[in-house]
């Protein structure tokens, strides 16, 4: 009778250990319904109007952040600011330099999951720029020097061709007159911690960035051991062109699956 019970002890205990796994695998397995999204440089949030009405639509609570573009730091207050507010867990989006500032802000105890667009991704101790220029730019890339005051423009020759070359002639000229300007001092911050690191991120490739080497993109995600990686074909402003496309990215990191 000892050696039964000690028998039915071992059972009660391995089901209970099963009862929680299974509990825990659900937990973070459940539905994310608070989307906030983090622009880059040379634009603003208002590019992301389809990717808001997407998402929308589909019962998501989609909020987006007007970063300074005045250093990491500044940035990553404004994007906690906003994730502070959501009333749950969040997945955090980040395009471009906007990749670096939720690499940082992406350690807040409310994001659960990251999505990379043709982002940057330091890891810890690192910083955008020596990404930026670890390949050579494409000759459309038209990022110009720091201006008398350290404020970065791009420049408009090359703002259709170099940046988001499948919009129209006439939304290029828009988000040309519209660009956010960043000042140089972004670039050489560093990443503390990348939040990436512990927490799942999903990075999308855009095969015909002109701002961002597509290889850059690629082995920047590679840092990441729990990176899904997804190469959309398009411009740097994937985000305009491919809507859709990158909001089923995101559906994705909110549910949780691969």
């Not at 408009?156 to 290029?172: I, V």
């Not at 001092?185 to 999903?202: G, H, N, Q, S, V």
Request: glycine share 8%.
């Amino acid at each position: 009778m000892k050696t039964i019970s000690i028998k039915n002890a071992f059972l009660t205990a391995a089901m209970a250990l099963g009862l929680l796994s299974t509990v825990a695998v659900a937990q973070t397995t459940a539905k994310v319904k608070n989307i906030v999204i983090v622009h880059g440089a040379f634009a603003d949030g208002s590019g992301f109007k389809s990717v808001f009405d997407i998402l929308t639509k589909q019962g998501y609570n989609v909020s987006v952040v007007q970063n300074p573009l005045t250093s990491l730091k500044d940035d990553v207050d404004a994007a906690n600011r906003i994730i502070d507010k959501q009333d749950g867990p969040v997945i955090l989006v980040g395009h471009s330099w906007g990749g670096s500032v939720i690499t940082q802000a992406g350690n807040n105890p409310k994001v659960v999951g990251l999505v990379y667009i043709a982002a940057f991704a330091p890891n810890s101790g690192e910083n955008t720029l020596q990404w930026a220029s670890s390949l050579p730019p494409a000759p459309e890339n038209g990022i110009l020097a720091p201006d008398a005051n350290g404020v970065i423009y791009f420049d408009k020759a090359k703002f259709h061709a170099g940046f988001c070359a499948d919009s129209s002639p006439e939304l290029a000229a828009f988000m040309y007159a519209s660009q956010g300007p960043i000042f140089g001092r972004c670039f050489m911050d560093k990443i503390e911690t990348a939040a990436y690191l512990t927490k799942p991120a999903y990075g999308i490739v855009a095969t015909e960035d002109k701002a961002i080497n597509p290889d850059i993109e690629r082995n920047m995600y590679k840092n990441g051991k729990f990176f899904y990686v997804t190469e959309v074909k398009g411009s740097h402003t994937i985000f305009i062109s491919q809507p859709a496309k990158v909001s089923a990215v995101i559906v994705k990191a909110a549910n949780g699956s691969k």
